[in-house]
Every structure is written in C-alpha cells, then in structure tokens.
C-alpha cells in the first residue's frame, strides 16, 4: 500500500496544479481590448483603484475630497504612492496587490516615486499586454461587466467588433431596472417605449432590452448587484417585480443564469465616489424562496456580508440551483478567503465557484488570482490531509480534476 504524502508534499502537489491549472474568472470589470480605452490598466490605474481612495482618505483625513478629486490621474497617484507607500508599510491587501503586480512583473517595488513604473507602462500596447498579463495570472477566460447605458463602452458594441474569444460578455442589469423609474428616461432614449409605471406594455419592452443586449453582447448570464434591503416577495417593489417579471423569464427563455450580488449599501459617502459603497447584512429568506419559486433558473450568488456566508452555503446545500461564487469586494482579503473557502468545501463538496477577482485594472489579475491561489491551495491541502488520515490517498489527476470542476465553470 502507497505511504500518505506528508502535508509538506501534499501542499506542493496541490499548490502545483493550482499554479499550474488555467482558471476561469466569473466576475470582472474588465473589457475585451477592442472596446478601447474602457479597458484599465498600467501604474496609474492601479494606484487610483478605489479601494486605495478610501485608503488615502484614511491616511490623510485633512485632505478635502474635493481637492483630490480635482487632482489629474498622475498627481493622485502620486499622492496615493506617498502617503500609503512611502510614508508609512503597505500593509492592507489592496497596498499589497500593487506591490505583487510590480514584483511579478520585474520592477523595484521600493521605490520612492513612480516613474520607473511608468517607464515601463508608456512601452506596452495594450493589446500584447492583456497577453501577457493573462499568461502571467493564468487566466483562460474570464466573463467582462456590459452595461449598455455606459456611454463609454455602448458605442462599440453598437458599432461591433471582433471578439477576444476570452472575454466572454455579461449584460449588467442595474443601471437599467435599480431604482425605478431612474432608468426609465435611458430607456426611452434608447428607443423602447416604456412608462414610468410598470404596466405590461413597459415590463414587455424591458425585456426587449434584456434581449436585445443579450444578443449583442452574447451575455452568457445577467448580473446585477442589490442592496441589502432588497426582498422577495414583495409586491410593493419595482425592484423585485422588474427581477421576478423581466430578468427571469428572460434567464429562463435564454437558459442562462442569474448573478446576484447581494449587500452593497451604495454611495453611503457620495464625496467618495466609487470608493464610497458600504456593506449590510441581507436577506437569506429572500435568496431561499427566489430559488424555490424559480427552480428553473440557475443562479450565481455571492453576498458582501462575512455574516451571511454561513447560511447562503446552507441554501444552496438546499437549492441545487444556487451556485455561491467568490469572496467578493470587502471579503476580498487573505484571512477571510480562507475561513470562507474552507467553510464551503465542508458544506458544498467541490459544487461552488471559490473566486472571481473583481478586477477593475487588468494588471490587478496578477495579484488578486496569485493572492487567491495561494490561500486556496493551503485550504484544498488540508482537507486532502485529512483525506490521507483516513487512508483515501489522491492522486495528481484527480487533484486535477478537482480543481478544474471549482473553477472551470463553463456558461
Ligand atoms: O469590487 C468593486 O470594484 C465594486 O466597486 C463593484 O464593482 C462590485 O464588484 C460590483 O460589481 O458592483
Ligand atoms: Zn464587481
């Protein structure tokens, strides 16, 4: 009989496929290099992510947000560097992220100013780029954010182009139905005959958009991020009937899933801008009975609030059609992805997506999937060792397998 590996060769058989497997990430802000400059990435924008503004503000609280704000791109980051970078350690997973970015990429990471950095930038083209910092982060595929109102990124898909085969599409759905009737008059000027009150001739046109959008952008699931409030059923809200009379039937025809970001308070700080959404605890009911009613719809879920991790693994052991995805946004750090990722292989098996990267800069690939891909694979090695204690030893390909039935999820 074959010895148990001891945990040291474990993790490096374990690690090494990981490292080695091609992933799939299911959620990103990221665009196929055709739609131009939409498409972020280089020193600046890494620098500037919003996750380090709302760092910046927490070094420097006597800095208006107004006078940053008026700040160009390059003296923000400038700024940014100084005072999270120079003056005092990186030590938040955000700092942390650039540094890796540089270090995977070859630059000095101690640097007291950028330029080296931007030197280094100003020589890419972003198409030979987005190659090599897939190859870097060993990222196959990964799945963009379409929003049809954005008016930087509509113009190109109305034009058409020919698709990067590894940018797959994703039609957002917030900017049309949150809120209502805030979407309304974009509606309209896009041409589809709706009124303000959700009459039928309004929901059939909604879902006309949906259609429409689907095509164009060959959306292989709809995505929407929701606030923490948001409750099914509730015949009062727009909200839930704009979700339960369009984007369903519409998921259902299409035979595509639905994402659900649950638990964002949005803009609890306007003055911060896209650094100023918060979290709040949600509604696991809600998640249950949506999965109950609409059995036929598959959907992806992930929620913002470390206190509702427990139960959502808890619905979806009882609804085979929730697929809990990601440690997403605030639970986007070390220590919480490993209490996550660990408390979802005991409850789930091997049937959840364990990440996504969320990456709004294509450069942060490179450190969001190598942090992740680190913590993950400490998790896999113990659960394995505790496979090896029973004298369950496996093998290289079903590790292999293994990994590949987490992350290569295929829509
Ligand atoms: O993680 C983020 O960058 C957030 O600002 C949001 O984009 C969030 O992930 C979302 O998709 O709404
Ligand atoms: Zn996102």
Redesign the pocket.
């Known amino acids: 009989m074959p010895h148990a590996p001891s945990r040291k060769q474990l993790h490096t058989l374990v690690s090494g496929v990981l490292n080695k497997t091609p992933l799939v990430d299911l959620?990103t802000?990221l665009y196929d290099p055709a739609l131009g400059p939409v498409l972020l990435w280089g020193i600046d924008e890494l620098v500037t992510y919003?996750y380090l503004v709302a760092e910046f503000f927490r070094a420097r609280p006597d800095f208006g947000y107004d006078a940053f704000w008026a700040l160009s791109k390059t003296d923000q980051a400038d700024l940014i560097w100084r005072e999270l970078f120079v003056l005092r350690s990186p030590l938040s997973e955000a700092c942390r992220g650039v540094l890796t970015v540089l270090h995977r990429l070859g630059l000095d990471t101690k640097t007291k100013d950028l330029k080296q950095a931007r030197r280094y930038f100003q020589k890419r083209k972003a198409r030979d780029y987005v190659d090599q910092v897939l190859k870097e982060a060993n990222i196959k595929r990964l799945y963009m954010?379409n929003d049809p109102m954005d008016p930087l990124e509509a113009p190109g898909w109305e034009k058409g182009f020919d698709r990067d085969p590894r940018f797959l599409g994703v039609l957002r759905l917030d900017s049309a139905i949150m809120n209502w009737p805030d979407g309304a008059s974009r509606l309209r000027a896009m041409g589809y005959a709706v009124d303000d009150g959700l009459t039928g001739n309004t929901l059939s046109q909604i879902r006309r958009y949906l259609n429409t959008w689907c095509d164009r952008f060959d959306a292989r699931y709809m995505a929407i991020?929701l606030p923490p409030t948001f409750r099914y059923p509730d015949i009062h809200s727009p909200l839930t009937t704009l979700i339960t009379k369009t984007v369903i039937p519409v998921a259902a025809e299409r035979d595509i899933p639905v994402a659900m970001?649950i638990g964002?308070k949005k803009l609890v700080n306007p003055a911060l801008r896209?650094a100023g959404?918060s979290v709040g605890k949600s509604d696991i009911d809600t998640v249950e009975a949506l999965a109950r009613d609409f059995g036929n719809i598959r959907f992806l879920l992930t929620m913002l609030a470390r206190e509702n991790m427990h139960e959502l693994c808890i619905a979806a052991r009882k609804f085979k059609n929730i697929t809990p995805f990601g440690c997403?946004?605030f639970l986007n750090n070390p220590s919480l992805i490993n209490e996550i990722t660990r408390m979802r292989l005991e409850t789930l098996g091997l049937s959840f997506v364990p990440q996504h990267s969320?990456a709004?800069v294509l450069d942060q690939l490179i450190y969001k999937w190598a942090h992740s891909r680190t913590i993950i694979g400490e998790a896999l090695t113990d659960k394995y060792a505790d496979l090896c204690a029973t004298g369950w030893l496996p093998t290289k390909s079903e590790i292999e397998r293994d990994v590949k039935q987490l992350f290569d999820i295929a829509l």
């Open positions: 959620h802000h919003h954010t991020s970001m964002v896209l959404d997403w946004w969320d709004r």
